[in-house]
C-alpha cells in the first residue's frame, strides 16, 4: 500500500506560479484522461487566481471549466484553494456568500477544499469549514508558514490543534515563499504528529531551491500527502518534480505506488504546453531560477513580480532592494502577518510607498489602514497602540469576528447581477469581481444568443443556502 499520497497541482499553482495562470482549459482537456489513470491522491485543479484569471485574460467560464475537470476526470480527486472568509477575491464576504460558493463549488465537482487564512484566524476558517463539511466535502485547512519572533511549532501546533478541532479532515503547511528548511520541517512535521491525529500534507515552492530536500525531511518525520507538479511546470517560483519524488521514493517505506511510465504520459504533453508560453515571452527565465533570498525577505514569487511592476509603472525600479528591506520593517509594524494573498499585496504596496515617498507612512493605502483596524482579522503579534493610532487615528479597531459585522449580502447581489444571469453560479462570479464580471458575462451571453435561446431567469429564483 502506498505510504507517501501526492496532490497534483499542474492545473493551477504550478501555472499561478510561472505564468501568472494563464493556462487555457484547451491546454489542459486532452491530458485529463491520462492524468485519470495515475492515481493521484488529488489533483488542485480551480479556486487560487484561476477564477479572476479565467474571466478577466482567458474569456473562459470558471464554472464550465470546473464541470469539464469534473467530466474527464471522474476518479480523481478534485481539488481547490479556498482564501477562507474573502472566498477566491480580496475582501471578506459575509457568511450566506461564504456558504453559497462552497456549496456551488462541491455540486460541480470540488472534493477537496483547502482553506486557508493570511493571518492564521480561525475564526475566519469557520464559516467555510463547516459549510464544506455540510456539503460532506473533505476540508484541509491550512497553516500560512512563515518565520517571525511569534512564529514557532509550538504556535503553529496550537493552531493546527484547533484546525481538527473546528472539523478538519487534514493539515496543510502551507509554505508559499519557500522558507522551509529541511531540518525545520522535520521538526515542524513531528511537531503536528504528536499534536494532531489527522493527516499533513506539505507544500513548499521551490524558490529558494530548499523545497525537494525540506519535502524528503517532512516525509521522514511523518507527512502524509506531498504537494508536487509534473517535471516541465515544477522548480524555480514552482513545486518540486512529480517524477522526481516518486522515483525517490520508490523500493523505500514511502514509496506513492505511482507508476512513471503514467507520468511521462503527463509530461510529454505539459513539455509542451511549456514550450508554447516559454516561447510567447509567458514564462520568464526569473520565474524559472533559484533565488535564496527569498530566505532574507520572505518574499514569494508571485508577489515579486507585483512590486517589480509597481516600481517599473513608477519609473523606480532601481528601488527594488530599498522595498525588499523595507518588507520586514512593515510586517514588524503591523503584527508579523505571514505574505499570501491578500496580505502580502497589501505589506508590499506599502513598503513601496514608504520607499518612494521618502517618509514611511506618509502615505497609507486604505486595505494596510483596514488591516490594521482588524477588518482582515486578528494578527499574529498585537500591534501597538501608538502604531494603530498613527494609522487609524480615530476610528474604532475591530476585534470581533470581522463577517460579524457583515450584513447577509446574496440578495443585494443576485439583484445587481440580474441581467447578466444564465446560471446560478454567475451571480458568485459577480461577487468576486464585480468590476470585471460584466465584461465577461456581456461576451459570453452575446456568444450564446442563438445557441441556447431564451436564458432562465435564475436571477429572480430563490435560492438555497
Known sequence: MAKVKITEVALRDAHQSLFATRMTMDDMLPILPAMNEVGYFSVECWGGATFDSCIRFLDEDPWDRLRALRREMPDTKLQMLFRGQNMLGYRPYADDAVEYFVQKSVANGIDILRIFDALNDPRNLQTAIKAAIKENAHVQACISYTLSPVHNNEYFANYAKTLQEMGA?????????GLLTPYSTAELVAALKKDIDIPVDIHSHYTSGLASMSILKGIEAGADIVDTSISPLSLGTSHMPTESLVAALQGTEYDTGLDLKKLNVVRDHFAKVRQKYVDNGR????????DANTLLYQVPGGMLSNLL?????????DKLEEVLAEIPNVRKDSGYPPLVTPTSQIVGTQAVFNVLMGERYKMVTKEFKAMVRGEYGATPAPISEEFRKKIIGDDEPITCRFADTLAP????????ASKYIRQEEDVLTYAMFPQVA?????????????VDGDHVDFANQTHPV
Open 169 to 177: 479532515h487534514s493539515i496543510c503547511i502551507k509554505d508559499m515563499a
Open 283 to 290: 514564462i520568464s527565465h526569473k520565474m524559472l531560477g533559484v
Open 309 to 317: 511592476g509597481q516600481l517599473k509603472d513608477a519609473g523606480k525600479e
Open 409 to 416: 449580502e446574496m440578495d443585494k447581489l443576485r439583484e445587481q
Open 438 to 450: 460584466p465584461k465577461f458575462f456581456e461576451k459570453r451571453n452575446q456568444k450564446l444568443v442563438g
